[in-house]
């Protein structure tokens, strides 16, 4: 069996080399990988003793050679491809172990050049996993160390490897270019050319959109049915997922997640990382029904709960502080789908032992950081549409103290402030048209999704008003402006005493005029939060 090893990454290839080695592979390799298996005192023969033809062109040309691809495309069961290689002097290549320049990694640095991007686009690379993962039933390709171990185990066991693990090893290889080949294009059809700006140095502007998009995605898993049990669904994940996202958490007990509760988990979980003290975030049907933020998780629940009793059966719960005792034992009185965390306590794991189809999650808190990944959010968000596709940046947007103005005579106390604040994250995760009352961190009442502002806020208040809550002293967020005054005086007949919302209306100054008359503040956020 001869091996080509040719790798930009060369994390375990010294020591995947010498147990090829050791089992008799005869190893052939290129440039720097030649130079370090040689170092470490391995037997290896260079590409270009094979060819007969010496690198050039700074290494770009190597192994573009047909002793390289007659090689690895010659099918062995084809007594013309055989002879074919035998008149030419070509011996077969069994094994090879490919891992491309780091195209990604440099284009991803603060200030890569024009130049630097270029030179990192692999060719002979790619050229030869595909020469090998097209002739998959008699070549192995393998282009990530993380499959060093079962090439390995395979080649103990049996002298050969399978025709499962050739042809998964082949899928891995042109999953791969795919990857690459998109990452490239992403990279070039965003760069705005300025012919006038070219040199070594320079680092090109680049459009938010390319000119083509290649999202790249992994499936996690396939799910039992979609949004209805009459539709098929998947879970895939980004290439790279952001720590702290959803697609990172662990499950550790429970059924299968479905597909509306990885949808509704989604919206509980980006909710509730958004607060900084301890929150528990209720959510059913895409929307919040209860939030609430604390001293503790058993507080913060306890108080998210209280909004809506009756729309939490059989929610989905997350928390942004580790589930105690306490929380566990008050959790475990409602019928609840999934519940998430950053971890649970041992005494918490054993309450919901019992509750065999509660499926529990632990999701690793985001580190944070100024970036949407550091915050382990999406930077873009899609949606599909008829034959194409709607892409934006995510909604990352968050509101200081300091952006609120004032429009109204009356000016918000320091407490209706912050509630303003803790509203306006809550709406933000509420589908359009959203209102939602809050006082003392708690949501007293939530409207969503529909289509008049004015039903919303009337929702909001009955929906108080089933759950026994007073929305009298409470601020209210709407999650775009008023159109007519008529939206504010429903909220402050249920009791506001202070409104945010985003202004921009023609009307705005007669719904300011209408706030100044009923004698509550309020504040313009500059900024709205649809979300359909």
């Given at each position: 069996m001869r091996a080509l090893l040719s790798v930009s990454d060369k994390t375990g290839i010294v020591e995947f080399a010498q147990a090829l080695h050791g089992l008799g592979v005869t190893l052939l390799s290129t440039g720097g990988t030649a130079k370090l298996l040689a170092d470490k005192g391995l037997p290896v023969t260079e590409v270009a003793e094979v060819t007969n033809f010496p690198e050039m062109l700074d290494g770009r040309v190597k192994t573009l050679h047909p002793k390289v691809h007659g090689g690895l495309l010659a099918r062995r069961d084809v007594p013309e491809h055989m002879a074919a290689l035998k008149e030419h002097g070509i011996e077969t290549i069994d094994l090879l172990v490919v891992n491309l320049y780091p195209f990604e990694a440099t284009v991803a640095k603060a200030g890569c050049t024009l130049a630097d991007?270029?030179?990192?686009?692999?060719?002979?690379?790619?050229?030869?996993?595909?020469?090998?993962?097209?002739?998959?039933?008699?070549?192995?390709?393998?282009?990530?160390?993380?499959?060093?171990?079962?090439v390995i185990a395979e080649l103990k066991a049996s002298g050969k490897l399978s025709d499962k693990l050739r042809f998964a090893l082949s899928v891995a290889a042109f999953n791969r270019i795919a990857q690459y080949d998109g990452a490239i294009s992403d990279y070039l059809s965003s760069v705005t050319f300025e012919e006038e700006k070219l040199s070594e140095s320079y680092v090109p502007s680049r459009n938010l959109f390319p000119g083509q998009s290649n999202g790249q995605f992994i499936k996690v898993q396939d799910l039992r049915y979609g949004e209805n049990s009459h539709q098929q669904a998947a879970l895939y994940r980004d290439l790279y997922p952001a720590p702290g996202s959803l697609v990172t958490g662990v499950q550790l007990q429970g059924k299968e997640l479905s597909y509306n509760n990885i949808a509704d988990a989604d919206a509980a979980w980006e909710c509730v990382k958004s607060f900084e003290a301890p929150a528990c975030v209720i959510v059913k049907h895409a929307n919040p029904c209860g939030v609430a933020v604390g001293k503790d998780a058993h507080e913060a629940y306890a108080k998210a709960f209280q909004t809506d009793p009756t729309s939490a059966f059989g929610g989905i719960i997350a928390f942004n502080r580790t589930v105690d005792k306490a929380a566990a034992e008050a959790v475990v009185k409602q019928f609840v789908e999934v519940l998430m965390a950053p971890d649970f306590t041992a005494e918490a794991l054993a309450i919901f032992q019992p509750k065999v189809n509660v499926r529990l999650m632990k999701i690793a808190l985001p580190q944070g950081g100024a970036s949407a990944w550091d915050q382990g959010r999406n930077a873009m968000d899609a949606k599909r549409v008829g034959s194409g596709?709607?892409?934006?940046?995510?909604?990352?947007?968050?509101?200081?103290?300091?952006?609120?103005?004032?429009?109204t005579v009356k000016q918000p106390t320091p407490e209706e402030?912050?509630?303003?604040?803790?509203?306006?994250?809550?709406?933000?995760?509420?589908?359009?048209?959203?209102?939602?009352?809050?006082?003392?961190?708690?949501?007293?009442?939530v409207g969503a999704g529909q289509m008049s502002r004015l039903d919303s806020a009337r929702i909001a208040s009955i929906k108080a008003e089933a759950a026994k809550l007073s929305l009298q002293g409470t601020v209210v967020a709407s999650d775009a402006f008023f159109p007519f005054r008529d939206g504010l005086d429903v909220v402050v007949d249920a009791g506001a005493t202070c409104v945010a919302q985003p202004g921009g209306s023609m009307r705005d100054q007669e719904v300011i005029d209408a706030a100044n008359e009923r004698g509550v503040a309020m504040v313009f956020t500059g900024v709205r939060h649809f979300r359909h």
């Open positions: 991007a270029i030179e990192n686009i692999d060719i002979g690379g790619p050229a030869m996993v595909r020469s090998a993962a097209k002739n998959w039933k008699d070549v192995g390709v393998v282009t990530d160390a993380g499959q060093y171990a079962a596709l709607l892409l934006q940046t995510a909604d990352n947007h968050e509101l200081a103290l300091a952006d609120l103005k004032v429009v402030l912050q509630d303003l604040l803790f509203a306006w994250k809550v709406a933000k995760y509420v589908k359009s048209n959203a209102i939602v009352f809050c006082k003392n961190g708690m949501t007293m009442g």
